[in-house]
């Protein structure tokens, strides 16, 4: 014990933080805030000594050294969110295609997000988007579009007692090479053999809740139906197909 203590000795995090707010009561017009992370951490233990059956590595790394400057503002009680990222990692660590432990002595990605919440009458959308990029898809290949979206009504029955929420969800993002993963070691690593994306993740759901009883009724992968059945997070080893869920939670007072 008292090795893998000592081995991280000289490991350091940072986090600063400003937020400026302006409340026009008894609504929130604007907050803006701004944090600034860094942080230096040795390489994990077993990413630079292992020896199996299989794998048997030797490696000398670097400190990583992760800084990360992010920026959001937000209008009209969270209505409306705008943030953005910038992250530049020295020294970075990666597993490649061939399943090895490498060193990228500097890799940077930047990220912008905007988030929305539109509610009339009983219609209500929340939609999502992200924009990203870095300095090397080939070391982390990410999807450059992702979107989500939520579409539901919301209306109560019985007095006001029995809230209902019926609605949809739908997630795509374009085309990346996802991680392929190794059962041997455990971790997840490169690979170019497939990549994926434009592919619908639809889930249908219902929610009841009346006092303390709560009922959710949801159906995943509702592209399945339609025969969109190529749905993929990591190499080999496809989603659940479609199916009917349903949960029941009852909360008792203590």
Known sequence: MRFFINYFIGD???????????????????????KYYFSKQKPDFFQQYINTAMYNWDNIFKPELTSTLDAEIQLFDSKLEFMGRYSSIKNYIYIDNNREFNQYSNFNSIAFSAKAQLSLWIFNIEEKLLLQTNSNP???????IASFTNFYFNFKFLKKRLNVHLGTQLTIHSDYYFKAYDPAIGVFYNQNELNFGRFPFVDAYLDLKYKRISVSISYKQLADVFGFRNSFTTLHYPQNTDGLHFTLAWHFYN
């Open 12 to 34: 350091n995090k940072q986090n600063n933080s400003l937020t400026i707010a302006l409340n026009s009561r008894p609504h929130k017009i604007v907050d803006f805030m701004v």
């Open 138 to 144: 080939e070391i982390v290949s990410i999807p450059q």
